[in-house]
């Protein structure tokens, strides 16, 4: 795979997303999950079956969704993070975070291998530094990782988990941390790729089968493939959006790139040339992901 591949991202779902994001693939039910983080949706999409997408509002600013090892979902809300179960809509509080600070809201989270929920907060007038990654153990309790955080992005572990990677947007950096599955603790913090300030603001983030690092570009058309061991960048996929927010593998092979996007702040002329912003984008990109981590509290 070059930089210059012609891979091209086919419209899957015109969705009309005012702030898609968070894209991870269920293997139960065979279907990607994301959010729309302004409309306070979960949305759902089933390949195998035309016409079947769903979306289900649950407020405030749903900005994430995980498998929950019990059944149902996890997720996180404005203020904490939340059990779902699909079948009632029922949403049961696992635990408050931040919830006396104004003006914040949780963004994109994860699962790392040993079942923790990773999620990190920003500031909704991104104000610099308000932000933290947080880390929700199996019996709910919150650990700090990384503070002064502007907007918490992307996240990523290495196929034996021992590194952390994650991107706090306006740095236009991606970092690595070494990371200890036993303890769900960081270490060593170092950059592993740099994104150029015309192609935009790495966004959200997902890791192939391979160790490669695939990052969506906030204002840059484009998901990107990168070596975080030489920091190269291997792969441009272009997307007819130009505010691409995360990626994740799906498809039963986890051979399919499902591409996130946004509409908002977009005015009529820029939605004239984009009229699926917001949309949800597939490619086929050559490379298969890592199966989602659940989260086991």
């Known amino acids: 795979m070059t930089a210059d591949s012609k891979i091209t991202a086919a419209l899957a779902s015109d969705a ?56 149902g979902f996890a997720l996180t809300l404005q203020d904490g993070f939340y059990g779902y179960d699909p079948a009632t809509a029922e949403l049961t509080l696992l635990v408050k975070v931040e919830a006396s600070l104004p003006g914040i809201r949780f963004n994109d989270g994860k699962c790392d291998p040993a079942g923790r929920y990773l999620a990190g907060t920003m500031a909704m007038d991104e104000e610099q530094g308000r932000g933290t990654l947080y880390s929700l153990d199996v019996g709910h309790a919150v650990t700090p990782l990384v503070s002064e955080v502007t907007i918490s992005n992307g996240l990523a572990w290495s196929g034996d988990g021992a590194t952390l990677y994650y991107i706090d947007t306006t740095t236009r950096c991606v970092f690595a941390f070494d990371y200890d599955t036993a303890s769900g603790t960081v270490a060593n913090r170092r950059v592993v790729a740099e994104i150029p300030e015309e192609e935009g603001f790495p966004d959200g983030m997902t890791i192939d089968a391979e160790g490669m690092l695939w990052i969506a570009h906030w204002g840059g058309w484009q998901v990107s493939r990168w070596n975080p061991a030489t920091g190269e960048k291997l792969l441009s996929v272009p997307v007819p959006a130009s505010q691409v927010t995360s990626c994740a593998f799906g498809g039963e092979q986890l051979d399919r790139l499902y591409i996130t996007t946004a509409r908002v702040g977009l005015g009529e002329d820029e939605l004239a040339e984009q009229p699926h912003a917001g949309g949800l984008f597939c490619a086929d990109v050559g490379v298969r992901g890592l199966p989602t981590n659940l989260y086991a509290g």
């Open 16 to 71: 009309q997303a005012q702030l898609g994001e968070g894209p991870m693939w269920d293997a139960r039910d065979n279907s990607l999950y994301w959010v729309d983080i302004l409309s306070h949706r979960v949305h759902s999409h089933r390949p195998a079956e035309p016409n079947s997408d769903r979306k289900r509002e649950l407020s405030p600013y749903v900005s994430s969704i995980v498998p929950r090892r019990s059944g």
